[in-house]
């Protein structure tokens, strides 16, 4: 793994953290450390500076803001006129932001892996004192700039301005190696409060190399250096991952992967197959009257052999699939690992039950078929002692995470280096153990894991670190929907299974998601921005059955023809189609191609192929063209006024190159 590559600012008064330079004409150069060549690589942004920063107006044109200059001063409007001057501010009405006083000025590179893709600068401003608590759509104005004409010049601001007030701003500013543009992009990030602006320039492009070292300020432990963080970028391109939860509870395989929880809480329905099935739990025996041999959650490691697991078969079947990164869990609520744990002696898989490293097999085999492995870590044990201690302690003490989570976390990280680590289970009883900083010291393990790990170049975190917590994507409520673009990478983790996440043996076929609806799932989420992680639900033997066999495979085949449309692709100005409720749109980053996927076929109309109207598509250039994923060749095409009419082959839909959703690549649009 390449050594992650390090900033430091030459500008006025650079040190461990730069300081911006004092005059509008100051010097902003910089270098990053080059891991290719184990030197350092020079940069020079100097011809970026603009005196008048950004011109930022609100929906109705009666205010202008200007915002932030990376490398001087911008000019100061009136509003301003008395505030000291700061080379970032914004205004709004007859506020002045002051985004200059500064607590944190730093910068690390874009792409952890390539230094020379560009430099992320960031401020950070941890002052909230000025009232700015009015709500605005805004536009940037590019016409201010003086870098050259910029067509269609204002580009309206992707979820308008946020409340300033609410909470501390960072900028970021991505500073990009593009000789072909001089143009600025504006987008919110998650967390909501980060601000990104993405300026792709050739004046972003090395100026020199040398055999100097550049040093690096460290990431902080809290959840502001934390989030200033680039993230790796191969998260955002492979938009499909397998998600397997896989312990203890796959042994009774029974409702939920929340067994043990549901029995000692005394669930009837849980208590009664309990001690119908296994033997007598001791779960309120005074309600639930049992006879037989006691039999308690613990005894079902004698019954976790994993004598059919096949990690190279899982892989290959995951390969097929069409995703691109697995998660598989090391650890679920009740505390058992799959894993080899010093910090739980006698309760992992390889002292007792499958006697195997599950997580080391898979994690090698999973790498083998070139995909990128992660693991899924919940914080908390319900029934462990210490953190059950914490709990009754109001959190005064926290030593389940000190001598438990945060071992077990680095020894997974450094034996098996994920490059996902995937939380959840920040809570407890008490409140208290929700809090992602007090209690779980999420921000001193991050640290510690961008820092110091030796993942720290390419592994994601979520979102799921308790309250207040950020992470590298965002991660809601399970199997979130939310049906429209999200500015922020988020994921969605959906289950094939309906009702549970851990194999149910309870529910037939028809509790199954069929194929076309998990397309539908895949293609909904990339669209807006997000990535799919599929869940399974292995047998206690060690099996991935059938059912979950034959919508993966069925999966990879769609994708084996339409991946152009997923992989690497980004959301297009309009999701899906007004008018047509199941066609969606993704756009190529690498060629700009737009592409419509359709989950309904036309009829065909007196004989003739029938018509997909793109109602979205309005104003097509007379050189578009349009193909169907799979054949060769141009399909016929006409604007109208109510979109372009796009007439399909005339072929029936069983003799087409895929089933359940058709791709129409559409190039040559602006």
């Known amino acids: ?115 020379t893709r560009g430099v992320r600068v ?69 967390p909501h409060h980060v601000y990104r602006v993405t300026w792709r320039s050739a004046h972003a492009c090395p100026t020199s190399m040398s055999s100097t070292a550049c040093p690096a300020p460290p990431f902080e432990a809290n959840w502001q250096s934390l989030s200033m963080r680039p993230v790796p970028t191969w998260f955002s391109d492979v938009k499909f991952g397998i998600f397997i939860h896989w312990g203890l ?20 329905e849980f208590v009664e197959f309990h001690n119908r099935v296994y033997g007598c739990s001791g779960v309120q025996p005074e309600k639930f009257p049992c006879t037989g041999e006691e039999f308690t959650y613990a005894d079902f490691t004698s019954m976790f052999h994993a004598e059919m697991f096949d990690p190279d078969e899982w892989a290959t079947l995951f390969k097929n699939s069409g995703a691109k990164y697995v998660v598989l869990t090391s650890k679920h609520h009740e505390g058992w690992c799959n894993f080899p744990s010093a910090q739980h002696w006698n309760w992992n898989s390889m002292d007792v039950g499958p006697n ?12 083998a078929a070139g995909l990128h492995m992660g693991l899924y870590h919940s914080l908390r044990e319900w029934y462990n002692p210490i953190f059950l201690q914490d709990n009754a302690n109001s959190c005064n003490t926290t030593n389940f995470v000190d001598e438990i989570l945060i071992p077990t976390l680095k020894d997974m ?26 209690y779980w010291k999420a921000p001193e393990f991050l640290s510690w894991l961008y820092n110091e790990s030796p993942v720290k170049n390419s592994v994601l975190v979520n ?46 076929i028809e509790n199954f998601f069929n194929a076309t609806a998990l397309i539908y799932q895949l293609v909904d989420t990339v669209s807006c921005n997000g990535n799919l992680l599929l869940n399974i639900g292995p047998t ?27 992989y690497g692709t980004t959301p297009w ?29 036309p009829e065909s109309v007196n004989g003739h192929p029938g018509d997909i109207v793109l109602s979205q598509v309005k104003n097509a250039p007379p050189t578009v063209s349009v193909q169907l994923l799979g054949m060769e060749g141009a399909l016929t095409v006409k604007q109208s006024v109510d979109g372009l009419h796009i007439t399909v082959p005339d072929v029936d839909t069983i003799h087409l190159p895929t089933q359940h959703a058709w791709v129409f690549a559409i190039r040559g649009l602006p």
Not at 46 to 57: D, E, F, I
Request: net charge negative.
């Open 1 to 115: 793994m390449m050594e992650f590559s390090h900033f430091i600012l030459a500008c006025v008064g650079a040190a461990a953290f730069f300081s911006a330079p004092s005059s509008v004409r100051g010097d902003c150069s910089f270098g990053v450390d080059n891991p290719a060549a184990s030197g350092c690589v020079k940069y020079d942004l100097s011809a970026l500076q603009n005196p008048k920063g950004y011109t930022v107006t609100d929906e109705d044109s009666s205010t202008t803001s200007y915002v932030l200059n990376v490398c001087g001063n911008v000019n100061k409007p009136p509003a301003c006129s008395s505030q000291p001057v700061s080379p970032a501010y914004q205004v709004m009405k007859d506020h002045c932001y002051n985004l200059g006083q500064l607590s944190t000025q730093t910068a690390y590179p874009v792409d952890p892996n390539n230094a």
């Open 122 to 190: 960031v401020y950070y401003n941890g002052d909230n004192s000025t009232d700015v608590s009015r709500h605005a759509t805004a536009h940037i104005d590019y016409g201010s700039l003086g870098i050259g004409d910029v067509e269609n010049g204002r580009r309206r601001l992707e979820g308008g301005l946020r409340d300033v007030s609410a909470s501390a701003r960072i900028i970021t500013i991505d500073f990009l190696c593009d000789a072909s543009s001089h143009e600025p992009e504006e987008a919110f990030e998650y």
């Open 249 to 268: 509870f796959s042994v009774p395989s029974f409702k939920s992967e929340w067994y043990w929880y549901r029995l000692m809480t005394g669930n009837p």
């Open 356 to 367: 195997r490293d599950l997580v080391g097999e898979l994690s090698d085999s999973v790498r």
């Open 413 to 438: 990280t450094t034996r098996y280096k994920p490059e996902v680590i995937w939380a959840d289970g920040a809570s407890g009883d008490n409140p208290c153990s929700r809090d992602s900083v007090k």
């Open 463 to 508: 979102s799921r670190w308790g309250t207040g917590s950020g992470g590298d994507y965002s991660t809601g409520p399970d199997r979130y929907t939310p049906g429209k673009k999200v500015s922020s990478k988020w994921e969605s983790c959906f289950t094939i299974q309906a009702h549970s996440w851990g194999f149910d043996r309870t529910e037939g």
């Open 540 to 566: 206690a033997d060690g099996r991935v059955v059938p059912a979950f066999q034959e919508r993966l495979l069925e999966m990879g085949k769609w994708l084996a023809v339409n991946g152009d449309a997923i």
């Open 573 to 601: 100005k309009f999701q899906n189609d007004t008018s047509a409720k199941r066609i969606w749109y993704t756009q190529s980053k690498m060629t700009g191609d737009v592409y419509a996927i359709s989950f309904d076929w």
